[in-house]
């Protein structure tokens, strides 16, 4: 079992930025990618960023690709989003969600473990 747990959700103007944080604890030594996803009111889940646990590769959805930076801490087991450049439709429930398995990233139902998630809200 993975237990992940985010923080870093807020209130801020367009343009502003945030980082939000997952820490990952449990059995996270077999973690093969780590994502973040959002979910906005009258909308589905989407896709957001992806991390590949032990390699270099990062993905992004074209919406946040040159605003959102996802990045990680092995030691700390821990995977962030840096979003700047922040806009209203960014505004959701942000959520991190670990694999132990190869996925196509972008996929969340290959997801096995999930946070509670964060709310963001950009104001205009």
């Known amino acids: 079992q993975v237990q992940l747990v985010e923080s870093g959700g807020g209130l801020v103007q367009a343009g502003g930025s945030l980082r939000l944080s997952c820490a990952a604890s449990g059995r996270t030594f077999t973690t093969y990618a780590m994502g973040w996803f959002r979910h906005a009111p009258g909308k589905e889940r989407e896709f957001v960023a992806a991390i590949i646990w032990r390699g270099v590769s990062t993905y992004y959805a074209d919406s946040v690709k040159g605003r959102f930076t996802i990045s990680r801490d092995n030691a700390k087991n821990t995977v962030y989003l840096q979003m700047n450049s922040l806009k209203p439709e960014d505004t959701a429930v942000y959520y991190c969600?670990?694999?132990?398995?190869?996925?196509?990233?972008?996929?969340?139902?290959?997801?096995?473990?999930w946070g509670q998630g964060t709310q963001v809200t950009v104001s205009s």
């Open positions: 969600a670990s694999t132990q398995k190869p996925i196509p990233v972008r996929r969340l139902n290959e997801y096995d473990y």
